[in-house]
């Protein structure tokens, strides 16, 4: 972990996260049933973002770890993972403090040999939490979930589809979605797709293989363990795995040099892509060069029925250039085999193809065909029919990205299910830190995309709705892109309960 040092006044400001500021909109109160003794328990957490704090260009850097919260403010234990530069992980334990206001908002810090870090929150409930790095040096973007005590003790067993980005490698940015198959330790079968530089599958035209010595170790008492994966290219993958719970596993590459976050879910259910699905990706462009300089950021929905797509929508912004609404009008997927198949879009622009791996019926894990970019996404099954009144009630949220500087945001969004929002944010501007609460206004389509304009932030705004409910899966209620010129922000949010 970094050696960073705080401001009062930006003690201050997280603290008073959940409090509004001299941005406030008239009348606003913050709403929800949470405290102090909501973060209660052990947390897997990842961040990912950009550090000011050695280099004043910034340097790409990656941090996971658990933390032991025990309901009334103290981290009283945990192991902090810190990737920057060639120079490996950094391995820490910490301990620290936190406090939580009755909207979710609020603060962590994190303190080790190496030094301090403060995190900004938003509960999204007691069993997950966005958070943004909220120093002065350092902007990044991430998410803590509890561990299911039960599940830590044992080597992960079972069949995953995972997906990795690396912004930072001996090979460039890369990015690796596939399937393993584990058992007693050995990963016993496993394929994936791989983009490294713009390079796809090693020039193969087909997954990569998981090959022999590919492996998990047995984790230690926090759920900590080590991992390998050994492609058919040659390539040797070492990483660090945190286990949330029997079904999830979050992973920080330790190889020296490589910078980047990956999770693995449990495959579940007869895979089979069937309905209308909203998706979110992000990536590095291989045109432009330097930190805060060449990035994708793509938001969207399509209709799988029988092997044909026969509708969609999304927007993207790609180094900084916009395109808004963009009309998918058809487009054909393959036969799911090993969880895989191949979805191709039909654009109003031209066509998009994307090497999809399911973890379930109504989840997947995706990565772009276009060796100009290195991008990889998420997609979720829509469930219920989408209007303004779906969107009512106050949602927990995460932004992070350039604009053209580094820029991460966290915190919540009051929607009134008549067209109105307010958002209650801390954001973190290249070290600048502030909190503002801002007025908007909201229009949903029928198809979920949904068009949102804040006063002071942005009127391009664009959310891609997966529900309106709050849910217990991996999933969040909306994928969230600012779709504005020169602006590569893009985020995700959650309902609060």
């Not at 909109?25 to 990912?48: C, E």
């Not at 992973?251 to 020296?256: K, M, R, T, V, Y």
């Not at 462009?285 to 969207?300: E, I, M």
């Not at 995706?366 to 060796?371: G, H, Q, V």
């Amino acid at each position: 972990m970094r050696k960073l040092s705080l401001s009062l006044g930006l003690v201050s400001l997280l603290f008073c996260l959940g409090c509004g500021s001299s941005n406030r909109v008239n009348n606003f109160v913050p709403k929800g049933n949470f405290s102090t003794a909501s973060l209660n328990g052990q947390y897997v957490y990842q961040i990912t973002g950009i550090d000011f704090s050695l280099n004043p260009l910034g340097q790409f850097y990656s941090e996971a770890g658990m933390f032991m919260a025990d309901g009334k403010g103290s981290i009283l234990s945990g192991t902090d993972d810190f990737s920057e530069g060639s120079g490996g992980v950094a391995t820490n334990s910490i301990s620290g403090s936190y406090s939580i206001a009755n909207d979710g908002t609020g603060r962590i810090t994190l303190t080790s040999a190496a030094g301090s870090i403060n995190l900004a929150v938003t509960m999204v409930s007691s069993s997950k939490l966005y958070l943004i790095e909220g120093d002065p040096l350092a902007d990044a973007g991430g998410i803590a979930e509890l561990q299911d005590p039960k599940a830590i003790a044992a080597t992960p067993s079972g069949t995953f589809t995972f997906r990795q980005h690396n912004v930072a490698s001996l090979r460039g940015p890369e990015s690796d979605v596939g399937a393993f198959t584990v058992s007693g330790g050995a990963v016993t079968s496993g394929s994936e797709d791989v983009n490294r530089g713009g390079a796809f599958d090693n020039g193969t035209g087909n997954p990569l293989t998981l090959m022999a010595g590919s492996s998990l170790a047995a984790p230690g008492s926090n759920g900590r363990g080590t991992g390998t994966f050994i492609d058919s290219s040659g390539v040797t993958s070492n990483f660090i795995y945190y286990i949330v719970d029997a079904s999830n596993l979050r992973f920080l590459p330790s190889d020296p040099g490589t910078i980047g976050l990956g999770r693995a879910e449990k495959q579940s259910g007869t895979l089979a892509l069937s309905g209308s699905y909203a998706f979110g990706s992000k990536g590095d462009t291989l045109s432009t060069g330097g930190v805060n300089t060449g990035g994708v950021n793509t938001v969207g929905v399509f209709t799988a029925n029988n092997g044909t797509i026969t509708a969609g929508a999304l927007d993207a912004v790609q180094d900084g250039n916009t395109s808004a609404k963009i009309l998918i009008t058809s487009g054909s997927y393959l036969p799911v085999s090993n969880g895989r198949t191949t979805v191709t879009l039909n654009a109003s622009t031209a066509p998009i193809q994307e090497f999809v791996w399911l973890v379930s019926p109504a989840r997947a894990f995706f990565l772009m065909n276009d060796s100009s970019k290195v991008e990889d996404g998420t997609l979720d099954l829509q469930s219920g029919a989408f209007s303004n009144s779906t969107m009512n009630g106050q949602f927990a949220f995460v932004m992070d990205g350039f604009d053209p500087n580094p820029k991460d945001r966290v915190g919540t969004l009051q929607w009134d299910g008549n067209g109105k929002l307010t958002l209650n944010e801390f954001v973190n501007a290249a070290g600048v830190t502030n909190i503002f609460v801002l007025p908007g206004t909201y229009s949903v389509s029928s198809n979920g995309r949904t068009t949102g304009s804040v006063s002071n932030l942005s009127s391009n705004l664009v959310f891609y709705l997966i529900s309106g409910s709050p849910t217990n899966t991996n999933a969040p209620n909306a994928y969230i892109l600012q779709n504005d010129t020169n602006v590569e922000v893009n985020g995700t949010m959650s309902k609060q309960p």
